[in-house]
């Protein structure tokens, strides 16, 4: 790897910033825009272990955030789609949607799907703190098993 890469990578994993890095990257990665966290909490947790659990808990707390800013961002557009008219895909994920309400926010972890399901909860006005709730408990499930799996069943990582 190239000298200045490795100074960054292991400037980003000081406590001070790696930490706050993670929990940037995290915010960023639970809004709609296209990008992961778990590789900023995988490099920090492997450059320092001890750093694990603290990892674990900045990295869904700003993930759980910006899942709640997505949240918010499908509230306020609420009355603006409100007379568009829908496929019947869309009614039915919909229906599906308000009969599990809040629970479904424990998807919200799922690639692709996750960060718009947050949405679609704010957009269908489904109550903000149970939902809240539930994407915090599978953000928090996914960073702990991803970052042990990564850690202890791949500790060498892999090659493609």
Same mark, same amino acid.
């Given at each position: 790897?190239?000298?200045?890469?490795?100074?960054?990578? +292991?400037?980003?994993?000081? !406590?001070?910033?790696?930490?706050?890095?993670?929990?940037?990257?995290?915010?960023?990665?639970?809004?709609?825009?296209?990008?992961?966290?778990?590789?900023?909490?995988?490099?920090?947790?492997?450059?320092?272990?001890?750093?694990?659990? !603290? +990892?674990?808990?900045?990295?869904?707390?700003?993930?759980?955030?910006?899942? +709640?800013?997505?949240?918010? &961002?499908?509230?306020?557009?609420?009355?603006?789609?409100?007379?568009?008219?829908?496929?019947?895909?869309?009614?039915?994920?919909?229906? *599906?949607?308000?009969?599990?309400? !809040?629970?479904?926010?424990?998807?919200?972890?799922?690639?692709?799907?996750?960060?718009?399901?947050?949405?679609?909860?704010?957009?269908?006005?489904?109550?903000?703190?149970?939902?809240?709730?539930? &994407?915090?408990?599978?953000?928090?499930?996914?960073?702990?098993?991803?970052?042990?799996?990564?850690? *202890?069943?791949? !500790?060498?990582?892999?090659?493609?």
């Amino acid at each position: 790897m190239e000298a200045w890469i490795e100074h960054l990578i +292991a400037l980003l994993a000081l !406590p001070q910033f790696g930490l706050s890095t993670v929990f940037v990257v995290s915010f960023v990665s639970a809004t709609l825009l296209p990008m992961g966290s778990e590789p900023a909490v995988f490099g920090l947790v492997k450059l320092n272990a001890a750093l694990f659990w !603290p +990892a674990i808990l900045v990295a869904t707390t700003g993930n759980t955030l910006g899942g +709640a800013l997505t949240w918010a &961002m499908g509230f306020a557009t609420q009355k603006a789609l409100a007379g568009r008219a829908r496929s019947g895909t869309h009614a039915r994920a919909l229906r *599906w949607l308000q009969q599990l309400g !809040p629970k479904a926010c424990l998807l919200s972890w799922l690639p692709v799907i996750g960060d718009p399901l947050c949405a679609v909860a704010g957009w269908l006005k489904l109550p903000f703190w149970p939902c809240l709730w539930f &994407m915090a408990i599978g953000k928090f499930i996914r960073y702990t098993t991803m970052t042990a799996l990564l850690l *202890w069943v791949f !500790p060498g990582g892999w090659t493609w």
